[in-house]
């Protein structure tokens, strides 16, 4: 595995990064397309059993399935699993936290109509905290603003690195 996201299904079951994941519910898997093939047949909150190599001993550990949020709630199409304000929003990985030097924030993955994109939040921008709040995860944005009722302040870093701040009369 090249990255494992932190509370997420692999971590908990611990793999870890440079594991190389060969089989997904016994299915022989080589590519990382054929991993994700595998995986988008199940749901959060299903069972699986995955095998890895891990410094060249073949290793066996069951897991349970989580959404982009890292529950076991299952989406609906149309829900957006990670959308909050019109941008799908994705846990930093471990390169941006090296590049950017920071130990949490959400990424902007995506960008469609809604607060952000009016706000001028661009895709590849990370945000850091909202309400005064460090955020990890989707989920605590909407945790964070009451799913939208609540939205004061916004803090984070560009994609070029320039960092940014937004501030809101309640």
Known sequence: MSEINEGGAASEAGLKEKDVIVKFNGINVSTVSELQEQVGRYRP?????VTYIRNGKENTVQLVLKNYD???????????????????LES?????KDNYRIDNGVKVVDLNDGRFKDLGIRKGYIILSVNGKKVKSASDVKEITKNG????SIE????NGTYFSYQFRR
């Open 45 to 49: 909150g299903d069972k699986a059993e």
């Open 156 to 159: 984070g870093i560009q994609s």
């Open 70 to 88: 890292n529950t076991t709630k299952f989406v609906a199409p149309g829900e957006g699993a990670g959308v909050v304000f019109g941008a799908r």
């Open 92 to 96: 930093v990985n471990s390169d941006d």
């Open 149 to 152: 009722q609540s939205f004061t």
